[in-house]
């Protein structure tokens, strides 16, 4: 199986990005005896958006957990901005996590908070030393980007998903991260609202400059976001390359993805 | 996620002592995580507020009725004995020691533990644990410590308020069946009362605390995915502490025997 | 902002509620234990402090008025109470005033009672001693009650197991308080003692005229008796028979006398005891009554022996075998 790692590697691509910022290599995760991730590779470049496709519950979001240090790995190297997450200290690693803006599968507003205090809540570590005004002008300056700056004294139970993705990208945007971890943005949205967010995705991604990584199993949204796909099949990178150039495989397991479309 | 051992144990009992030991260590991480800073005071205050403050109501109605029925009930026996005069006494013993703190911690217990169980359990489900950590703040800090902290310090301050108020029930109760004046009342009930009837109560009712908030948040935050993961969590938060609150009373009993101060 | 400074006040009212209870019903136990106010030191010792233990009340004519502190043996006869009283009681308790341990009602706690001293009697000061007076305690009143109690039941089982064996035994004892036929025996028994006596008095109403006859010298038989021994002892066997005649006739007297009495008496406890004494008379009398008949047989035999009258016992027993045969 080793010899399928890294099946296309596009190496002309490469050189418009800038230096690698996320390093993963032969990293391995499982639960038990469920061998989540075996033996995955990927490297991620400055203002890159690569797109992690695979089958639900292939270990897609361990992936990305695993960067921001929410789940350690087993074995492996797994290095953002050059710092190894599993020997950094807890320190290091939130003003590394303050970098980094994370969009949850199921939005993850604070149920309990309106959307300003959902807004401030990462303002309260990071933030230190903002005045009032100031983070009033963030807050609001962000939720126009997202279109949503009416809604900002609302509790999150009274908004629709699309909404609720839509604040979730926004309050992971307040620090103005410099890489974006998308985890599933477009399931269980109707396909227009998937749309509308693939696209305000990449708006914000021109806007503040990030590099992204995408966890999806939606090909609209992939074909819209991505510079590059990484195939994830049994825990190991399968397949790698542009959207079109996948497309074109004959490979049947990633031809599979491209189906639907 | 150990590896699945053959045990010898049956499962029953293995899943017991899983729990009891990672209770345990929950409790020793909150110690641990309670020294250093930093010090959520404002989440301790909202926690204070929704814990403590939004369940007098049911508290007090319930310490209320209980001092009344108490005094009710007591009357019929005590007259019997000819030792009506006594009903003050006795009411305000089992009040303030036994009954006040006990109704007091298991209607929190109901209230709060499932609240804080199926908070914490939908806040993992869906992943605001995870966001919280993300975003630079220690959710243990943030959700468990504040919660823990906020439920040992309020149902203490519940269990005083609901004895005075289960004491004005007892009250009205012996007015309603022969002149007692106020004073007369509460003269007698302090009479018979001592230190080592109310401060061992008042202590135990910080146990009773720490263990409806420890066992409420261990439930929420080691939750199942799903939503039926949430309500267990919810219920077995509501049974455990209900549990562990008379355990901590026999506990009690036993400890203030040992002092001598019953 | 606003919504949460509301919370924060209505959270800090709850709180601060909750501490004033807690400091007001602290500051009335306290209160009635005197940790609050001016107070001071006042000893007793007593032999038994029949349970008191520290923080019990203590007592003037009636008053709550302190608490006792420490309770400290000193040696087996004596216990130190150490007291504190409320400073005003300075200007009523005096140097005679006595402690007592008494209860507060029959179940109630141990509380020490100060009764007042007699106004001649200097005022007490800090850390003084005061006499103690051994008060009856319940318990100890109880003690003696069940005291009592188990007398009366070893009492009561003795009696039981007397009237049992008394019973059971069918000894002189029942029979004779039981059987009403006995007693009509003993009765025909003593009015036969009676003829007896009587027979004997006539026996020996013959025998002194005989005596008389004797020694005036009529006969024979005068002739011989001319030697002065023989009728001294003549004399002293008659005489011997008549005391003994006497004394059955005495007997007899208060025999009757007895059975009337046992006849009158129907077996309660106390004519039982009463007649225990009754029947060591009894005994003694038929004791007696033996010793008399004893002796009165053995005179009869003396004089049976003497010679003298043997042809006038042999006549007598002649006419009593005629007396026989007619009367069968």
Known sequence: ?261 | ?262 | MNKETNHRIRLGIFVTTGIIFLIIALYFIGNNRNMFGSTFKLYSTFQNVNGLQPGNNVRYSGIDVGTVEKIEIINDTSVHVQMVVEEKLKEHIRRNSIASIGTDGLMGNKLVNIDPGTLDAPLIKENDEIPSMRSVNTEEMLRTLELTNQNIAIVSADLKDITRSVQKSHGTLYKVLMDTTLAEGMESTLNNIQSVSKDLSNITGELSSLVNSVKSGKGTVGMLLKDTVLPSNLQVTINNVKLSSQRIADLSVSMTDMIQKINGSKGTVNSLLYDSALVNNLKQSMQNIQAGTDNFNQNMEALKNSFLFRSYFRNLEKEKEKAAKKQK
């Not at chain 1, 897609?60 to 901005?81: A, E, Q, T, W």
């Not at chain 1, 050059?82 to 003003?95: A, F, R, T, V």
């Not at chain 2, 007698?188 to 109560?201: C, I, K, R, W, Y």
Request: one cysteine or more; charged letters at 20%.
């Open chain 1, 1 to 261: 199986m080793k010899e399928d790692v890294a099946y296309h590697v596009m190496a002309p691509e490469q050189k418009k990005y800038g230096d690698p910022i996320i390093e993963i290599s032969h990293l391995v995760k499982s639960f038990g005896d469920n061998h989540v991730l075996r033996d995955y590779s990927l490297t991620i470049r400055k203002g890159e958006n690569v797109v992690v496709l695979g089958k639900s519950g292939c270990g897609k979001s361990v992936l990305i957990k695993c960067i921001v240090g929410l789940i350690p790995y087993d074995k492996g190297s797994l290095k953002v901005f050059g710092n190894e997450i599993s020997e950094i200290q807890q320190q290091e690693l939130d003003e590394l996590r303050a970098k980094i803006g994370f969009v949850f599968q199921s939005s993850a507003l604070y149920d309990s908070m309106t959307v300003r205090e959902n807004l401030e809540f990462a303002l309260r570590r990071h933030g230190k030393g903002k005045s009032r005004t100031e983070v009033n002008a963030l807050v609001e300056e962000t939720l126009d980007n997202v279109g949503l700056l009416h809604a900002v004294e609302v509790m999150p139970a009274e908004l629709s998903g699309g909404m609720r993705k839509r604040i979730g990208l926004a309050r992971s945007l307040i620090l103005k991260p410099e890489i974006m971890l998308y985890d599933e943005p477009t399931t269980g949205l109707d396909p227009i609202t998937a749309k509308e967010i693939s696209n305000l995705m990449l708006k914000m991604q021109l806007k503040y400059n990030t590099s992204s990584i995408i966890i999806s199993h939606d090909m609209h949204c992939a074909q819209l976001t991505a510079n590059r796909l990484s195939v994830m099949i049994d825990g190991i990178n399968y397949a790698e390359g542009t959207f079109d150039e996948l497309r074109k495989m004959n490979d049947p397991k990633v031809h599979a993805f491209f189906e639907i479309l």
């Open chain 2, 1 to 262: 996620m150990a590896e699945e051992k053959k045990s010898i144990l049956p499962k029953g009992l293995r899943d017991f002592y899983i729990e009891a030991g990672e209770t345990t260590q929950f409790a020793g991480r909150f110690f641990r995580e309670i020294l250093f800073p930093p010090y959520e005071f404002r989440e301790v205050i909202r926690q204070s507020y929704e814990i403590g403050y939004k369940s007098l109501p049911l508290v007090g109605i319930t310490a209320f009725i209980i001092g009344l029925v108490l005094t009710l009930q007591s009357r019929p026996t005590l007259v019997s004995f000819g030792a009506e005069a006594w009903l003050p006494a006795m009411v305000g013993v089992s009040i303030i020691r036994e009954i006040g703190p006990v109704i007091t911690a298991l209607i929190c217990a109901g209230k709060i533990g499932s609240s804080i169980g199926a908070e914490l359990g939908s806040m993992k489900v869906t992943e605001q644990i995870d966001a919280m950590e993300v975003s630079g703040t220690n959710p243990f800090k943030y959700i468990v410590v504040s919660r823990i902290v906020s439920t040992t310090l309020m149902i203490p301050v519940l269990v005083v308020i609901g004895d005075a108020i289960s004491l004005y029930g007892a009250f009205l109760a012996v007015k309603v069946k022969g002149a007692v004046s106020f004073t007369l009342f509460f003269h007698q009930v302090f009479e018979a009362l001592n230190f080592g009837d109310a401060l061992p109560s008042v202590i135990k009712s910080f146990f009773f605390g720490f263990a409806i908030g420890l066992i409420g948040c261990y439930k929420g935050y080691h939750s199942k995915k799903g939503t039926e993961g949430v309500g267990r969590s919810a219920n077995s938060a509501v049974v455990v502490s209900s549990l562990l609150i008379f355990i901590i009373d026999l506990m009690a009993v036993q400890i203030t025997e040992f002092f001598g101060l019953i």
